[in-house]
């Protein structure tokens, strides 16, 4: 086994929502090798090369893997900071043993701007969704505040290729 054990070295109240904890653990060894590979097998993830760090989202939870440890926030509970830890340490030790059927993917995945998100959107300004305008839907769908799915016009059947475009926006970086 690559990753024998997930430590947790820290936990408190979150500071975003005082109803979930945070908290950090410590990795057995050191992961640094193994952050490429994790960021070539997850398309949500955000991986910076230069700070050693991958950061994901599981749900509504906020984590990220440094080379020795794991931080994590907005996790529910202790019960549920244990079952992060476990599923971090399956995703890892998974991920080495297939390392070798992987491509390692070393660069940051850029998310795109709230223009080019707008760009996808059908720009009528319904204000259906609950936005004043497509701009601003657009701009909230990128900070994670919106879901796609209140955009009621982006369904409709000419629009298809746009939403294709949105769907596989949202799923690789987790909007």
């Not at 599981?58 to 992060?84: G, P, Q, W």
């Not at 991920?95 to 795109?112: A, C, D, W």
Request: glycine share 2%.
């Amino acid at each position: 086994m690559y990753l024998e054990d997930i430590k947790i070295t820290f936990m408190q109240s979150c500071i975003a929502d005082s109803k979930k904890i945070r908290f950090k653990a410590k990795f057995s060894r050191d992961i640094s090798e193994i952050l490429p590979y994790l960021n070539s097998v997850l398309k949500d993830a955000i991986y910076n090369k230069n700070a050693l760090s991958l950061t994901l989202r599981k749900e509504f939870r906020i984590i990220t893997l440094h080379s020795n440890m794991l931080a994590v926030s907005k996790a529910v509970n202790e019960t549920d900071a244990y079952e992060i830890i476990d599923f971090i340490k399956k995703l890892i030790n998974n991920t080495y043993e297939n390392k070798e059927k992987i491509n390692p993917l070393y660069e940051m995945r850029s998310k795109p701007s709230v223009v080019e998100i707008y760009n996808h959107l059908p720009k009528l300004n319904c204000k259906k969704c609950g936005e004043a305008t497509c701009l601003a839907f657009a701009s909230k769908l990128l900070s994670g505040e919106q879901n796609i799915k209140r955009c009621l016009h982006i369904y409709e059947s000419h629009n298809k290729e746009s939403l294709d475009w949105m769907k596989d926006f949202l799923q690789v970086f987790g909007c």
